[in-house]
Each structure stands twice: as C-alpha cells, then as structure tokens.
C-alpha cells in the first residue's frame, strides 16, 4: 500500500521540487479538489477520471455486536470513476500483473 510520504517523494522527484514543496502543492490539489466538490458535487478531469460527490441521507441500522438499533448521521460519499487513459496507463503494471496472475491461478488457468 502507498502512502500520501511515497506520493510527495515521487512528485518532488519527477517535478525536480523540494519534497516540502511537492507536500504543499499536493496539499493545495486536494483542498481544491474539496472546494469544487463542496460546490458542485462533480469534477471531471479528462484522462484522468471524475469524482462525484453525493449526499446520504439520515438512515437506520443495527449495531452487529449490540443488536440494537442506530441512527446514523447523514453525510457525503465521494467516488472516483477512473478514465480510459488512466486504466490503460495501469495495463503493463506490476499490481495489474499480479492480480491478473491471481486470478489465473483461482480460475484454474495455466494449471497444467
């Protein structure tokens, strides 16, 4: 799993920034990113993908361990729909690879 460190450290470098830079900037794209959500609930980046905010209404569950009834809080759920450029730029990975090796692997192909 990557981390938000691992992100700044490759940015600075391919950026040819200071890695105390590339956290600001990386900072600011994401409070942007938040801003333009607040406001319109979308943004499409072309290439890349879109992110869609929504909101949630108030609504009742159950407390697995409890069993008791609970009210959650209304919110907002933000998700991500990845381009077609962005999808294939990921085909020749090494995580595409492995999970194309696994899925080989349950499926029974490639056994011999």
């Known amino acids: 799993m990557s981390s938000r ?3 700044i450290e490759k940015f600075a470098k391919k950026a040819n920034v200071p890695k105390r830079n590339a956290g600001v900037y990386l900072g600011i ?3 942007v990113i ?3 959500l607040a406001r319109s ?3 499409k980046l072309p290439g890349f993908g879109a ?3 929504r909101q949630i209404p108030e609504r009742e569950g ?3 361990l409890t069993k008791k009834k609970v ?3 209304p919110g907002v759920r933000v998700s991500f729909k990845p381009g077609r450029p962005f999808k294939e730029g990921m085909l020749g990975g090494s995580f595409v690879a492995k999970a194309e090796k696994a899925a080989a692997g349950k499926s029974g ?3 011999k």
Do not use: V
């Open 41 to 43: 609930g979308e943004l």
């Open 109 to 111: 192909k490639g056994k």
């Open 34 to 36: 938040q801003l333009i």
């Open 5 to 7: 460190q691992e992100l």
């Open 29 to 31: 794209f994401l409070e």
């Open 62 to 64: 159950t407390n697995p």
């Open 71 to 73: 009210t959650f809080a």
């Open 51 to 53: 992110f869609k905010a």
